[in-house]
């Protein structure tokens, strides 16, 4: 019997007695095998690193594994929003700066972790990275096993270079078919996650693949993997392709590592299999409190909103803002209507405003944020009130995930945001844009 793709992404990294496994250990690992395995990246943010920091400490190790492979980045209350923001940063900086860590990216030089990574060369096919941030996944787009886990883990990460996991299972998504006008990786994986639950695939991979997959672009394959733990996932994979090797021939090439590019075997073994018709998807909408209640668009009926917010780890990327752009241009954000857009990081802001998106955004009456998680979990930056309500790009719509318990927040991709934004209500592309 073969491996799935999370399988031999894990049997890669598989070491015994502090060794690298044998071909004949690797070729037979299998779901479920408790695991030691190396990592290639170690993440955290400004969050969670200084937990990790403080656990590393109590290890009593000098130095970190590999001063190149732990990555530091402040980006969840950054611009620091307050004091308790600022003594949070303020640790990671003097760990960072301790330890002689290469990557320590801070404002002006940062942007949102998951879409700074691979944009900045950190990942590639073949990768084991962790993070301390439960949207690690994101980099599944790239060919590699990510996932996130606790501080603790980290810090024994940073010192070792080693963790430990459970092989998951593996749900294979097979998506066929022509997606729609304005639908994209958002409303794919909004509409995947309406089918399994938030729980469906708990501590599962979500392995994409189908000819729709094999058409996507990079940034709606970002968006799908990240989005993998909303339904419980453990990882969201895509096999590295043509797609993958053209997006990384961009990057800086941080990441030196040999690529692997590794595909699951035709008789692997899935737990479970679930084709989808991408044709018959519309654009989609979650209703609070869920990500899994997820509806087309033209079913919500008319809910007006108070804010509009655009980016995140989830779709803070270019070609987010593009669509963003295109819906908004030459037309206004309706009366009454806070409109805020959080671009991915400092090179999406420079490619936004060399391509003049910028100026539409603005002409159009929203708000450009510097790069940062800001509102996304009720961070700051567009924190809602009682009673109020939100259409937004980001990846959770938990009770008061941004902001008051008794606010409302929808989740959608840009297109559906913007449009959204124009109307004044929750409102479908094809309303706003002739």
């Not at 096993?145 to 998951?168: C, N």
């Not at 994979?237 to 053209?246: G, K, V």
């Not at 997820?294 to 809910?303: D, Q, R, Y």
């Not at 937004?392 to 959608?412: C, D, P």
Request: hydrophobic share 40%; charged share 20%; net charge negative.
């Amino acid at each position: 019997m073969g491996q799935t793709l999370a399988e031999k992404l894990i049997a890669r990294h598989l070491v015994a007695d502090g060794c690298p496994a044998d071909p004949s250990a690797r070729d037979a690992l299998r779901t479920d095998d408790l695991v030691e395995v190396t990592v290639d990246v170690v993440l955290a943010n400004d969050i969670t690193a200084p937990i990790a920091i403080r656990e590393f400490g109590k290890l009593g190790c000098d130095e970190v594994f590999d001063s190149d492979a732990v990555v530091l980045v402040a980006d969840h209350f950054t611009p620091n929003k307050d004091i308790a923001a600022a003594e949070q940063c303020a640790v990671v900086r003097r760990f960072a700066k301790e330890k002689g860590l290469r990557y320590h990216y801070d404002v002006g030089r940062a942007g949102i972790e998951h879409v700074l990574l691979p944009e900045q060369g950190h990942v590639g096919p073949g990768d084991l990275v962790i993070g301390a941030d439960s949207h690690t996944c994101t980099y599944g787009a790239l060919g590699a096993f990510a996932t996130g886990m606790g501080s603790t883990d980290i810090a024994a990460a940073m010192a070792t270079g080693v963790t430990w996991m459970r092989v998951p299972p593996t749900v294979r998504i097979e998506t066929k078919g022509e997606l729609r006008r304005w639908v994209t990786g958002k409303d794919l994986i909004l509409y995947t996650i309406g089918l399994l639950g938030v729980d469906g695939a708990r501590y599962k991979a979500l392995e994409f693949a189908g000819s729709t997959i094999d058409r996507l672009p990079m940034s709606g394959r970002f968006t799908m993997a990240n989005m993998a733990i909303e339904a419980g996932a453990k990882a969201g994979l895509f096999h590295a392709d043509e797609i993958t090797q053209s997006y990384l021939e961009d990057r800086p090439g941080r990441c030196r590592r040999e690529p692997a590019i590794l595909a699951s075997d035709p008789d692997a073994s899935y737990e479970r299999l679930i084709r989808i018709d991408a044709s018959t998807i519309a654009p989609q909408v979650a209703l609070p409190h869920l990500p899994e209640n997820s509806i087309p668009v033209g079913e919500v009926g008319s809910v007006p909103i108070d804010q509009v917010v655009i980016g995140s780890c989830t779709n803070g990327r270019l070609d987010d803002l593009r669509v963003a752009a295109e819906v908004l241009r030459g037309r206004q954000v309706a009366p009454g209507v806070r409109c805020i857009v959080l671009p991915g990081s400092q090179h999406v802001v420079l490619q936004a405003m060399k391509e003049g998106i910028l100026q539409t955004l603005i002409e159009a009456g929203a708000a450009v944020s510097t790069p940062t998680c800001g509102p996304c979990l009720g961070g700051h930056m567009g924190i809602l009130a009682a009673g109020e309500r939100a259409i937004s790009t980001t990846n959770r719509n938990f009770r008061g995930r941004m902001g008051h318990t008794e606010s409302e927040v929808y989740l959608a991709g840009p297109a559906v945001a913007a449009a959204s934004a124009v109307a004044g209500r929750i409102a479908s592309p094809e309303e706003v844009v002739s």
